[in-house]
């Protein structure tokens, strides 16, 4: 009778959490995690926000991966969000979903030449953000809910550079992506 | 022949008094990095990218001081904070990490309204908006601010609302 060795029993252990491990869920809008007043607020931006990680770095796309945005345009902010691990939105309109996991849309627009901003869309149908260091919040600049961010009142990010999926949780703040 | 010489006798002290040296100096230097550590002006203005800040230099704090001292409670500002949660210019912020003087560790402004944090929370009015327009016009005239971002200020808080 074959006996599996420990090493395949591990390796199979391993496999296994690895799957579990990157199951991703849409997250809720829960503010409160993000607006603390303090180290929380302060040190997590847009970007920590729209993917929904907390690293208290103030995240910058593709800082992570070596191939941070040095110019404040749609495609090289969009390129180091991608090699940070975020993917392509499918030509579905629909970020990936299959088996218990669901990948989270995530919307880049740019104020040109001087910043970028994300959004992310919660598991309740609507947009929310985090402006920098301010409070995150459901809300666009005319004090009204987000239900689109290509019409919502953005400022002076008046680029929009598109959509992409990002990995994230139920937990606030334990999104999946490989951002600092 | 007897060659006599004295030997030299290990001490435990010896051991002690570098370390002893050692830690003065590291302590004298935290020391110094500690007082060294001044109020820091940031520039709210990002979303993304890390906001612009400066250090002030002691004629600001001073005069900082003196236009806060004057500053009426606002009783009636309803919101948690002044910086409001939007895309653009939400104000500036003063950090006062070691103490100094009498500002409070964080004091936030923003078109008319002034948030103090020291242990609590309390918001004041600055009236006509001469605060916020000499902290802006203390960050252009540092030469230290993007030309771009100094535009954008500059719109967001006009000239003449300084005191």
């Not at chain 1, 987000?146 to 008046?158: D, L, V």
């Not at chain 2, 918001?123 to 016009?137: A, H």
Request: proline content about 6%; hydrophobic content about 35%.
């Amino acid at each position: 009778m074959m006996r599996s060795s420990p090493r395949v029993i591990l390796l199979a252990f391993g496999a296994v959490i690895l799957v579990v491990g990157a199951c991703c869920h849409l997250p809720s809008y829960t503010p409160a995690f993000w607006n603390d007043g303090g180290t929380v607020q302060s040190n997590n931006n847009c970007y920590n926000y729209g993917n929904n990680k907390r690293t208290d770095t103030f995240a910058q796309p593709g800082r992570a991966s070596g191939s941070m945005a040095t110019t404040m345009q749609c495609n090289p902010v969009r390129t180091g969000a991608l090699a940070d691990g975020l993917t392509a939105l499918p030509a579905s309109g629909n970020c990936p979903s299959s088996s218990g996991s669901e990948e989270c849309k995530v919307a880049l627009v740019i104020w040109p030449n001087f910043d970028y901003h994300w959004y992310r869309l919660d598991s309740n149908g609507m947009w929310s953000h985090k402006p920098g260091s301010t409070q995150a919040t459901n809300r666009d600049n005319s004090d009204i809910t987000i239900s689109n961010p290509e019409t919502a009142n953005r400022g002076p990010y008046t680029n929009f550079c598109g959509y992409l999926c990002s990995c994230s949780s139920s937990t606030e703040g334990a999104g999946k992506e490989n951002i600092n | 022949m007897n060659t006599s010489h004295r030997k030299v006798r290990f001490h435990p002290m010896w051991l002690v008094l570098p370390l002893l040296a050692t830690g003065l100096f590291g302590w004298s230097e935290a020391s110094a990095q500690a007082g060294e550590e001044g109020v820091q002006l940031t520039v709210l203005i990002y979303s993304g990218r890390p906001n612009p800040t400066m250090q002030l230099d002691q004629g600001a704090v001073a005069r900082l001081e003196e236009m806060l001292a004057a500053s009426p409670a606002n009783a009636d500002f309803d919101a948690d904070t002044v910086v409001p949660s939007i895309l653009g210019y939400t104000g500036l912020l003063i950090e006062n990490p070691s103490g100094r003087g009498k500002l409070p560790p964080r004091l936030m402004v923003y078109k008319g309204n002034l948030e103090s944090q020291n242990g609590g929370t309390r918001f004041l009015s600055d009236e006509n908006g001469s605060l916020e327009g000499f902290l802006v016009e203390t960050a252009l005239a540092s030469g230290q601010l993007d030309a771009d971002v100094a535009k954008v200020l500059r719109s967001e808080v006009p000239a003449g609302s300084t005191d």
